[in-house]
């Protein structure tokens, strides 16, 4: 059972549901890609296809020509009548309004469990980017939310959600503290905030 949170559409229990439009903003990001990967996928660079987003990232750029590159797409991006979010050493295009990862997660949680969802289940929700903020913002105060910080951030991270998780190793170790809740087991330590996890409430 799987949802994809940052797209249009998701694929759960083999069903599928889409959004009016879909199509055609597909088309328009087809559009996108082509142009990206003919013009800047190169020295490193490469072109990510998501959904509703494509992602350029430049993380492996070479330096020398990295600036160029970075200039070059949000052009491409203008052209085609996208706005860009700058998310972890990639350049994404802003989904439609009512599109983003914040309605997605909140459509299929409704689709998935029923109106009445937010008495039904526990929501974690874990995001690395600031199209996430967009879902860890709808979600606050009916989920356990947590920001990745990544390991090139060069200032504090702005977050809305609940807890920071310091990069893989943060996530790693939330995932398996949900595990041995999961599976009725009492943690010999609990997360504490000197952790890379800060604590969760008794669930």
């Known amino acids: 059972m799987t949802g994809a949170v940052a797209g249009a559409s998701a694929d759960i229990n083999k ?19 082509a142009d990206l990967k003919a013009n ?9 296809h998501k959904n509703l987003l494509v992602a350029w990232h430049y993380r492996n750029a070479d330096r020398s020509v990295k600036s160029t590159l ?14 860009v979010l700058i998310v972890s050493k990639r350049f994404e295009n802003v989904p439609p309004m009512g599109w983003d990862r914040g309605d997605s997660a909140i459509h299929i949680l409704k689709w998935m469990f029923g109106l ?11 995001g690395d980017s600031t199209a996430d903020e967009l879902a860890i913002s709808r979600l606050k105060g009916v989920a356990y ?12 991270t702005k977050t809305s959600a609940n807890y920071r998780l310091e990069g893989p190793d943060g996530v790693l170790s939330l995932l398996k503290y949900l595990e041995r809740q999961m599976l009725g087991r009492t943690p010999k330590e609990n997360l504490s905030r000197t952790s890379s996890v800060l604590s969760l409430e008794s669930w």
């Open 15 to 33: 069903n599928k549901f889409d959004r009016p439009g879909y199509s055609m903003f597909q088309e328009r990001l087809e559009l996108l890609e």
């Open 145 to 156: 939310t947590f920001r990745v910080i990544n390991e090139d951030a060069s200032v504090i």
């Open 116 to 126: 009445d969802w937010e008495e039904r289940v526990k929501v974690v929700y874990v």
């Open 70 to 83: 970075m200039s070059k797409a949000r052009e491409i991006y203008a052209k085609h009548k996208f706005e």
């Open 40 to 48: 800047v996928a190169c020295h490193g660079a490469w072109v990510e």
